[in-house]
């Protein structure tokens, strides 16, 4: 009899297990655990990968905001959610959202506050046709008025981008604002006539601070473009890998101390085309010797990426075939991604681009650029977003022949290669990674079995939670049964 009834006591309460386990309070604690962006990211050798193990490739586009106005481009034309859900319709992940050292200059020069919207448009295009388009910028973007700083432009994106799920990378690209990048406009190196390094530095550390509220910060770069100053005979002296290893280290300790959950993504040389020496594993000169790890105390094996550009169409079509060009952008970098170099990371290409003309879609070297990056599993963010400038090397309203979108950024400048190739290609780009892509790491075929392939994936995280719940819950329902009933 006492097992007759043990058996049905057992019974009503694995139902109560049950039942508990499908009320929605308790599954959605057991899903936040999965609740995108899922961070913060964490790099395992030549992947990026989620707070549940998931295998993360950042595809995305740039969107500028380092120009003269220190604002993002294209608000007097549309919302930020209109321009936010472009990039949404595409199926991209990302945005490589540009920042000048100066608006953070401007903030401790003003007494520790930001200039507003208002004032930025003035100082840059003039007090008629700034204030001109500040009331254009309003009318679309209802929210800002007088009182609205540059810095509460940044957090709005980053808001709406959230609400989307399109993470957002910060990126240093210039100290002073302006167009980037010439060897001769006293942006280049560390020392540059613009190029403070303590500014920097701090820079870098305000703008990782502030972006702790934006939950979907997932990472950081460190510079855009290092290039030689060729206007500084003495400072091209310290153009080198030495000097490079001794500032890319106080840049990355800067952001890591101010905001220790984002990736760090690091820049080469020569205009960030260039990280042979960092991935084969050469010195880096004399006092540097050879990238370590362990000299990014306490985050250098997990938080680490390396940033290519690819731009061998800047000055027209390319010369060779495929197979030549992506030899060369394998010796560049791309080697990180295989066990054929002395160090793996994950590499994720945030410029490259294609003038926006008629023959777009059939241009073979896009095709070759972006097959190869998705066949690599590589990360990447298309040079650019916007149609258009506020202001751009002293035009105001500059169009953009290599933007995706129309000069007034409502819609595709040229659908036919947005919907023959880049469309297709984010799609491949952003297909969930499987156990089984780690089988094209090395040049055998091999898996060289440093990612995080023994991390669960969301699903199975939820399926542990929810076994463990219930096994906890039915073994301590037995113990009370046995204290009751026998």
Not at 139 to 162: H, M, W
Not at 216 to 240: C, F, K, T, V
Not at 438 to 443: I, K, R, Y
Request: net charge negative; hydrophobic share 40%; with cysteine.
């Amino acid at each position: 009899m006492a097992r007759a009834r043990y058996a049905q006591w057992t019974t009503s309460w694995l139902a109560v297990v049950s039942l508990l386990l499908s009320q929605p309070a308790l599954s959605a604690q057991i899903e936040a655990r999965a609740a995108w962006p899922n961070g913060p990211l964490a790099t395992s050798g030549r992947w990026i990968a989620d707070a549940t193990g998931a295998k993360i490739t950042y595809v995305g586009a740039n969107w500028p905001g380092s120009l003269e106005t220190m604002i993002p481009e294209g608000l007097q034309y549309q919302s930020i959610e209109t321009i936010v859900s472009k990039i949404k319709s595409l199926g991209m992940n990302a945005i490589r959202l540009t920042y000048a050292t100066e608006m953070i200059d401007q903030y401790y020069d003003n007494g520790e506050q930001d200039v507003t919207m208002q004032d930025a448009f003035v100082a840059a295009l003039g007090q008629q046709d700034g204030t001109a388009v500040y009331s254009k910028v309003v009318a679309n973007n209802p929210s800002f008025g007088a009182k609205t700083t540059r810095l509460q432009v940044y957090d709005a994106i980053a808001a709406e981008c959230a609400k989307q799920e399109i993470y957002v990378h910060l990126d240093n690209h210039i100290s002073k604002a302006g167009w980037c990048c010439s060897p001769l406009d006293g942006n280049s190196w560390w020392g540059d006539k613009y190029f403070d390094v303590g500014n920097w530095t701090r820079g870098l550390s305000f703008m990782a601070s502030h972006g702790k509220t934006w939950s979907n910060l997932m990472s950081m770069s460190l510079r855009n473009e290092l290039r030689g100053p060729l206007d500084d005979a003495q400072l091209l002296n310290s153009y080198n890998w030495d000097t490079w290893y001794k500032y890319v280290r106080q840049g990355a300790d800067a952001i890591h101390s101010a905001n220790p959950d984002v990736l760090i993504f690091l820049s080469g040389l020569d205009n960030d085309a260039n990280f042979a020496p960092v991935v084969q594993g050469e010195g880096l000169g004399r006092t540097a010797g050879t990238f370590n790890r362990d000299d990014f105390r306490g985050y250098g094996n997990d938080k680490l990426v390396l940033e290519l550009h690819v731009y061998d169409n800047i000055f027209g079509p390319p010369g060779g075939n495929c197979s030549a060009i992506t030899q060369a952008w394998f010796t560049a970098g791309f080697q990180a991604l295989t066990n054929s170099g002395a160090a793996q990371f994950p590499l994720v290409v945030t410029e490259f681009g294609f003038p926006q003309d008629a023959s777009a879609d059939e241009d073979p070297y896009a095709s070759c650029i972006l097959d190869y990056f998705s066949s690599q599993h590589a990360g990447w963010m298309i040079w650019l977003l916007g149609g258009s400038y506020y202001i751009r090397q002293g035009a105001q309203d500059g169009d953009e022949a290599w933007g995706l979108l129309s000069h007034d950024w409502s819609t595709w400048r040229r659908p036919d290669f947005v919907n023959n190739l880049l469309s297709p290609a984010v799609k491949t780009s952003t297909a969930p990674i499987s156990d089984s892509d780690d089988a094209g790491d090395s040049p055998d075929g091999g898996s060289p079995n440093d990612g995080p392939d023994d991390k669960p994936n969301s699903a199975s995280v939820l399926g542990q939670g929810q076994a463990f719940m219930a096994l906890t819950l039915g073994a301590l329902g037995v113990v009370i049964s046995r204290s009751h009933l026998w």
